[in-house]
């Protein structure tokens, strides 16, 4: 596509439950990475995946959190179990290569509330 | 870590104003960016600069780099009320697939 989608804009929770997050990278672009930015904070990484393989995980902070590529497009971000501190906006990036010579695009977030 | 730190946190200026926005940074890198966030949501990229590289101008933003002082600025001239948003600047690891963000400085223009 055009740019980056992510869905759903908004996501409300209760605490417990299960949610997912989408991400449609733009054609073509083989790095896909994870973000989150907790409210006026910096962002911070997830993980990073080049192709369907995720390189990287470092940043996931907890096993409640997974996430998969599939076709080297769609990103799915899991998060089980959600809890209040899971409150934050999920940013997705793409970029058309695996290293740091090109900026990122990014999408306009999914901004995950937990009750 | 080798995060960036923005300086100031925050910044409010008259419209017709220039403003400085300054990241440093801890370890060495190759490539460092700066972004602009609106209303909290996605980022948008604004300029890439190379660590042999020392300034970058792209329309009213120019980006100096001293890797000396391993320090990064940002400058807007002739700021718009439409500039009023966070920016970021982003630094590689000196090489791999990823950028670390800073906090960011929030800049606010007065119309």
């Known amino acids: ?113 937990v009750v | 870590s080798q995060q960036g730190e923005e300086d100031p946190q925050a910044l409010s200026i008259q419209e017709g104003e220039n403003a400085t926005m300054n990241c440093s940074y801890k370890t060495s890198i190759n490539n460092l960016q700066w972004y602009r966030q609106n209303s909290g949501r996605g980022l948008v990229h604004l300029i890439l600069i190379r660590s042999n590289e020392r300034e970058k101008h792209s329309g009213r933003l120019r980006v100096t780099l001293d890797t000396s002082k391993k320090s990064s600025s940002l400058l807007i001239t002739a700021s718009r009320a439409a500039d009023t948003a966070s920016y970021f600047c982003a630094t590689d690891a000196g090489g791999t697939y990823k950028y670390i963000f800073g906090t960011g400085t929030r800049l606010k223009v007065l119309a």
Not at chain 1, 12 to 22: A, C, H, W
Not at chain 1, 90 to 97: D, I, N, V
Request: proline share 4%; glycine share 14%; with cysteine.
């Open chain 1, 1 to 113: 596509g055009a740019g980056v989608s992510q869905s759903p804009s908004n996501k409300v929770t209760e605490k417990g439950k299960d949610v997912e997050l989408r991400c449609d990278p733009i054609s073509g672009h083989t790095a896909l990475y994870w973000y989150r930015q907790s409210l006026g904070q910096g962002l911070e990484f997830l993980i990073y995946f080049q192709g369907n393989s995720a390189p990287d995980k470092s940043g996931l902070p907890s096993d409640r959190f997974s996430a998969e590529r599939t076709g080297g497009s769609v990103s799915t971000l899991t998060i089980q179990r959600t809890q209040q501190e899971d409150s934050a906006v999920y940013l997705c990036a793409s970029s058309p290569t695996g290293g740091t010579n090109y900026g990122y695009t990014f999408g306009s977030g999914t901004r995950l509330t």
